[in-house]
């Protein structure tokens, strides 16, 4: 969902920049930038004090967060350039779709309601469901469940290290990338995307991906 249904990543590093001045927290810019794609949990034990943690619990901490996140990105939330006209062939063609993300069942619903495109997808899963937030393949192994196919039927899109990973040790049949949170260098670097793309406009015929 992150930097794949939205391009977020901005948003979110504000909220956390926002979060972190709360706590005295100043050493958080490197740490989060290896950190995109995990679940808060994983993320809030990378950059929050250890006594901070204890104090308010990891719980609280990751609403906390992400209730700036949701009050700063409302007013300029949009989906990702071509996503809609992709969805819209996606379902012409009979083509299930389902989300898998990291995020806490909130953020999901949050982008999916303010974005309008609930409606495309058949299943969610996200952070808050499974024991292992990417790069675990559990998520993914949990959606492709869900919709009744096998993860090598999967085409799956995502942007950040730990999704790719995470869509790679799934099994996935095809991973298409998204130069939104990492540049196109970057991914290629990686060496587990099939294709990169800039946004879905550059996906033009459906066919390109699920051939």
């Not at 204890?54 to 300029?76: H, Q, S």
């Not at 989906?79 to 953020?107: F, H, K, M, W, Y």
Request: hydrophobic letters at 40%; glycine letters at 10%.
């Amino acid at each position: 969902m992150d930097g794949t249904l939205v391009d977020n990543t901005r948003m979110h590093i504000r909220a956390f920049e926002i979060f972190c001045e709360r706590y005295g927290v100043t050493d958080w810019q490197e740490k989060l930038h290896s950190a995109f794609g995990m679940g808060n949990d994983d993320i809030m034990s990378l950059l929050m004090p250890e006594e901070v943690i204890r104090e308010k619990g990891m719980r609280a901490l990751a609403e906390e967060k992400e209730a700036v996140y949701r009050e700063i990105y409302a007013p300029t939330i949009k989906p990702v350039d071509g996503l809609v006209g992709l969805l819209e062939r996606l379902q012409q063609a009979g083509i299930r779709c389902g989300v898998g993300s990291s995020a806490c069942r909130t953020n999901v619903d949050f982008v999916l309601e303010k974005c309008g495109i609930g409606r495309f997808f058949e299943s969610v899963v996200c952070g808050d469901m499974v024991t292992r937030c990417k790069p675990d393949p559990e998520i993914y192994l949990k959606a492709a469940e869900s919709l009744g196919v096998t993860p090598g039927e999967c085409i799956i899109f995502e942007d950040a290290k730990a999704g790719i990973e995470s869509a790679s040790r799934a099994g996935a049949g095809h991973i298409v990338a998204l130069a939104t949170t990492l540049d196109r260098e970057t991914i290629a670097s990686l060496g587990m995307a099939d294709r990169i793309v800039d946004t879905y406009c550059d996906l033009e015929d459906i066919d390109d991906i699920l051939a």
